[in-house]
């Protein structure tokens, strides 16, 4: 059981690397588009800049996080608190019926609202579950020791 339990962590961990790197390559290549999206809202208009180097930065931590084991459930963790806080923005901006831009970049720049919504629930769900599993092998490593 503690070797499936840890093929499903890695797995999840594999996608949750993937997100990451993905999400923060589109948002450094496309930098000037992402501080420009990032103008439009008004909170963040005055620092767009900053935030255009801090959220790419932040998921490519999580994903240095998420590589190595020692530091896997910190990762997991980190994980589930930016997509938590992802998710919050795009509730907000449906909530205040903003017409914002979404300053995701590549496929995902194609969702809706709701949709991108759907996809953070997805994904905060893998990182909930990695956070569960890794625990949880823990646990029976620690029942199953001499």
Known sequence: MRDRTKNIVEILTALLICLFVYAAINKLT???????QLKFHPLFKY?????????????L???GLL????????????SAALLSSFTVYLIVMISTNSHL???CGGIISGFTWRQ?????LVFLALAVTGILLDKRKDKTAVSFSP
């Open 30 to 36: 496309e930098y000037s588009m992402f501080v420009a």
């Open 67 to 78: 590589v190595f084991p020692l530091t896997r459930r910190t990762g997991l963790y980190t």
């Open 61 to 63: 931590i999580t994903t």
């Open 116 to 120: 991108h919504i759907v996809f953070n």
């Open 101 to 103: 831009p979404c300053s």
């Open 47 to 59: 620092f767009a800049g900053l935030l255009a180097w801090i959220i790419p930065a932040a998921e």
